[in-house]
């Protein structure tokens, strides 16, 4: 028993997954963020649950399973701001983002 004890704390501290462990699966959101007119969109910020989580045309983002508040903004144009519900585990789930030019009034 002490042996396999050793063995444990072994793969633990070389980061090796014991085989009995299972790894969890998160979802991933894959998205894409376009601009109307077009317009770079590589530095536009992207928020999960009002965390910044990147910027970027196209990012994949882990998430847990659940409701979600996406919210993506860029300088000049009006943010984007929808919520999205991840009901199935190890999917890639997929948002497109069409930015839209602010108004000058």
């Known amino acids: 028993m002490r042996y396999l004890a050793a063995f444990i704390v072994a793969f633990a501290v070389l980061g090796c997954q014991v085989p009995s462990q299972r790894v969890q699966a ?3 959101l894959k998205l894409s963020v376009y601009a ?4 770079d969109t590589e530095f536009s910020d992207v928020f999960v649950d009002g965390q910044y989580v990147g910027n970027g045309e196209l990012l ?3 998430l847990a399973l659940g409701r979600h508040t996406i919210k993506v903004e ?3 144009y009006e943010p984007f701001e929808t919520e999205i519900y991840l009901l199935e585990q190890a999917r890639e789930q997929t948002l497109h983002v069409r930015l839209v030019q602010a108004g000058d009034g």
């Open 26 to 28: 998160f979802p991933t």
């Open 36 to 39: 109307s007119p077009e317009a």
């Open 60 to 62: 994949y983002i882990p």
């Open 74 to 76: 860029l300088l000049g």
